[in-house]
């Protein structure tokens, strides 16, 4: 049998005994490593306390929320130069867990894409962790993540006056104030029991107060509703007076109710302006949260009688209520009017529609009368030559007809004179070119048409002032 020689024996030990302490440091140096570049001793470091023995508010994230939490954290980051850069906090959703792993601290930053206007978006954060210390306020961590804002700082009251201040800051940053603006169903409840929803941009076109053709008294009272109460708002508040305000504007289709909500909304820059028409009415009560956080805000619910009708002929009243108990809950001192629209007011619910708190003014649109005929045809003579047309028999003629059956019966003529060859530039067109437009309207629109472009036939079933009975 070989021996191995002593000396040899105890060099084989050393080296073996070598090895393992070096193995053992590089694992400890691993570890080691691996500690301080996690999340737990950088945040521990900024705060000057042991994680564990701080304190963490989390709230729930609305997805509407991302972008101005983003900008007022962004805001905050900055607000002692250079600031703190951003730590990418990967798939992870909550800041305790992550900490209690000690997540890498060298993940990249997530980020999405939010519209800030109906125009430019921004990109924002999408999961990360931001280490704050602005002027006032103790050194804090705040995680924005997929599902929540969570804060953690020394104490529980230094974590509650920093969500304090992200949140005002929030508020202030806010890129839907002063906006018009739809909301939409974004998905399931949110972790708070809260309907997750989203905020959508909208283009409503500009309408200018020359545009509007209604007689004096009608325009002035809809102006001292809506413009007067913004611009008079501060003495009516000194005087212990209430600002929120309900108005229903209610006539025949056609006659300019949903052309004046546009004027109002940009008559009223100051004002948020919150859209519900079609599929949104379903999503009265997140409108009316929204026009609450948003105030002073201008509430437009388009045809209204389609989720207010009279609960004895109303099946499902579940949006009436929400309708009426947002009313009620916004209380006077809100800065916020509801704006309501129908052809059909006897078919309101009598508690919505006749009840000074909900709706406080209801303003008639009538048909118009002779006066604003002749200014609707003025109006709708550009772009048109209508030296050879005779007028005033038109006027006479078109008595009961709506503003919209008005500019119908423009197009129509315009369409006929084209037809016919004529290509003169402003178009010229003649009274036969009107005379056949009204026949076509009348006679073969029948009464479909006639109630559509707010026509009013007369009792005996005939067609008004137009000449065109049924045959």
Known sequence: MTRVPPLLAVDIAAVGAAVALALIGVIAAGVVLSYFSGVAPVVERHTGRPWKRSAVITRPLLQWERVNLYLALEALRTAVPPGHPVIGMGYWNELTPALAANASRHAP??????????????????SGLYLLAPPGLA??????????LDVLAPTADDAQKALDAILSEARERNVFRGQVLMVEQAGPAGADGEPDFQIRFHDLPAVSRDQIVLPDDVLKVVERNVVGLLAHADTL????????????FHGPPGVGKTLVTKYLARACPQYTVILLTGRQLRLVRESCQLARLLQPALVVIEDVDLIAL????????TLLHDLMDQMDGLGTKADVIFLLTTNRPRLLERALAARPGRVDQAVYFPLPDRDCR??????????????????????????????????????????????????????????????????????????????????????????????????
């Open 374 to 471: 002749r200014r609707l045809f003025a109006h709708f003579t550009h772009g048109l030559d209508l030296l050879a047309v005779d007028v005033d028999p038109l006027l006479d003629r078109t008595e009961g007809a709506s503003p919209a059956f008005i500019e119908e019966l423009f197009r129509k003529a315009a369409l006929l004179a084209a037809e016919r060859g004529e290509k003169s530039d402003p178009l010229k067109l003649t009274t036969a070119d009107f005379e056949n437009a009204l026949r076509e309207l009348v006679e073969f629109g029948g009464a479909l048409t006639r109630n559509l472009l707010g026509f009013r036939d007369e009792p005996d079933g005939g067609t008004g002032g137009m000449g065109f009975g049924p045959r």
């Open 237 to 248: 508040r000194r005087a212990g007076r209430g600002t929120r305000h309900g108005v229903l």
């Open 310 to 317: 009279d609960r004895a002929e109303n099946p499902d009243t």
């Open 109 to 126: 930053v997530e980020y999405g894409v939010r519209p800030v206007s109906l125009t430019a978006s921004t990109k924002v954060v999408v």
């Open 139 to 148: 050194p804090f961590a705040a995680m924005l993540s997929r599902t929540s």
